[in-house]
């Protein structure tokens, strides 16, 4: 969900912009990642949790709707975001 959301913005800021244009801001988006897994120069691998509300997992319970948990690390250390960013494999959750 995470990825995903990030290949919308792209895709929105790249549209009418050209291929070049498209292709730094996956590129952007691709070093930016490679920050939080911890394999960007000497910076450490950083935690990536939602913050939901205290009355999110309520309010979508009610709903039938899913939520996230504040318990959740997208970026866990397991896997790393930036190479899922760059097989578009955008299943984050």
Same mark, same amino acid.
Request: glycine share 6%; with cysteine.
């Given at each position: 969900m995470f990825l995903d959301?990030?290949?919308? *913005?792209?895709e929105h800021a790249a549209t009418g912009q050209t291929a070049e244009a498209a292709d730094r801001m996956d590129t952007l988006v /691709? !070093?930016? *990642?490679?920050? /939080? $897994? #911890?394999?960007?120069g $000497?910076?450490? #691998? /950083?935690?990536?949790?939602?913050?939901p509300h205290p009355d999110d997992a309520a309010f979508c319970r009610e709903e039938g709707e899913n939520w996230w948990p504040d318990d959740v690390d997208i970026a866990d250390g397991q896997r790393h975001l930036h190479e899922m960013w760059a097989k578009k494999d955008? !299943? $984050?959750r």
């Open positions: 959301y990030l290949r919308m *913005l792209v /691709f !070093s930016i *990642l490679n920050i /939080f $897994d #911890g394999t960007a $000497d910076l450490p #691998g /950083f935690t990536l949790t939602p913050c955008w !299943s $984050d």
